[in-house]
């Protein structure tokens, strides 16, 4: 009889109107089971999140059973009350403490302070309440810092370096965690996202087809509103400027691409901003891509544009691992990380230390030879995806057998 390996994972979402977010959850799920299927053992996966239940999803060709029990800490008196008045979260208590492992996520960007304290410290509980149970756990691809607070900066410490194995998606993260802590069983990988299943979407208008994901929270100056990236660029008329070009081109349709969908208004709902410049253009040169239900559904779209453009960077990775060339507009070094490090792929602008006409500039100049483009992302996608893939698959079938080795003691 095989033994049951229940593993935890944080930090992810498959709910999330974030369809980026949707992707780590999508694409850990999918590849957790794969790795337990090679390996011929029975994996029970729970999603430590904001829901409770059970769900199935659907993932190339796969059924895949997920538990979902709701974040528990026992860090305050308001939590320890929640606790003890709230019976599902007493349930996912009782969940919690069967588990073996943990696998956190971070969002994928979010264990750093640019979002503030509170969804750092939201991520980082995880991390704590692994260690006061004494359970293992492990940081999934993701990426780690910047951290511009010290009493932040302590607390990232301490996580990182009682972790059993850190993984990066990107060299800076790898450069942070060497430099300012102990912990030396570490790796550089790539993020999940890569590794999400799609199908490829045709247009069939004999058109150029060019995506724009335009996120809502740079359009609104971040969660503080008040231009909370520092950028140097005006976003909205960036995006205008953008748009205004491609229209201009004539055998170019230009679809919006929303990564970001919510039902109503909200700060990161990029569907809301798309279908509100969509009126104001008013043409039937511009396409509003549909209300994405999954992170699939998204990928599969953008796999069949010829051209991308996106301040989303779960966008620009789906663009990328389809072999779309793309143009990632960088407000924050996860982009730097990923795109100009770790995949040495240099088309890129930077809302921080770009002016207006540059980054115009170098986008005309990516588009014009997309091309160019694609071979690079081929190049990249075979000499380092494909290597990083074997690596990350080899690290989640070692999990497997540590964990059995450790629960046999």
């Avoid at 060497?178 to 799609?198: G, S």
Wanted: net charge positive.
């Amino acid at each position: 009889m095989k033994k049951h390996f229940r593993i935890g994972v944080t930090g992810v979402n498959p709910y999330n109107g974030n369809r980026g977010v949707g992707a780590l959850a999508f694409s850990t799920i999918y590849l957790l089971k794969k790795s337990a299927d090679e390996l011929d053992r029975d994996v029970r996966i729970t999603v430590i999140g904001p829901n409770f239940g059970k769900s199935k999803f659907d993932i190339c060709g796969k059924s895949i059973e997920v538990s979902c029990i709701m974040a528990v800490s026992v860090f305050s008196f308001k939590n320890i009350l929640r606790l003890f008045t709230n019976p599902k979260m007493l349930l996912s208590f009782k969940e919690y403490l069967k588990l073996d492992i943990i696998l956190c996520m971070g969002e994928g960007d979010s264990f750093s302070d640019i979002y503030g304290k509170i969804r750092f410290n939201s991520i980082d509980d995880q991390h704590k309440m692994a260690r006061f149970f004494r359970k293992d756990y492990v940081l999934l691809p993701q990426t780690i810092g910047p951290f511009n607070d010290a009493q932040v900066s302590k607390k990232a410490k301490k996580s990182i370096e009682k972790s059993r194995l850190v993984l990066v998606r990107d060299r800076l993260s790898l450069d942070y965690v060497t430099a300012h802590t102990t912990q030396r069983n570490l790796k550089e990988l790539i993020d999940v996202a890569f590794f999400m299943p799609y199908t490829r979407k045709r247009f069939r208008n004999n058109k150029i087809n060019v995506g724009l994901n335009i996120s809502s929270l740079l359009w609104h100056g971040g969660y503080t509103h008040n231009n909370q990236f520092g950028m140097r660029i005006d976003y909205k008329q960036l995006v205008r400027q953008i748009i205004d070009y491609f229209i201009s081109q004539a055998d170019v349709h230009l679809h919006l691409v929303p990564h970001v969908v919510h039902s109503s208004s909200h700060v990161e709902n990029d569907y809301e901003v798309c279908r509100k410049i969509q009126n104001e253009y008013d043409t039937d040169r511009i396409t509003l891509a549909p209300f994405f239900l999954d992170p699939i559904d998204a990928k599969n779209y953008i796999s069949g544009l010829d051209y991308f453009v996106g301040a989303r960077m779960h966008a620009c990775i789906a663009a990328f691992s389809s072999g779309v060339p793309v143009y990632p507009i960088a407000y924050s070094r996860k982009f730097n990380g990923l795109f100009a490090e770790t995949l040495e792929y240099p088309y890129m602008g930077d809302l921080i230390n770009e002016s207006e006409e540059q980054l115009m500039s170098n986008l005309k100049l990516a588009f014009e030879n997309k091309e160019i483009l694609a071979d690079k992302i081929q190049y990249s996608l075979e000499g380092i995806v494909m290597l990083k893939e074997n690596v990350l698959k080899d690290e989640l079938k070692s999990i497997f057998d540590e964990t059995k080795s450790k629960n046999n003691r």
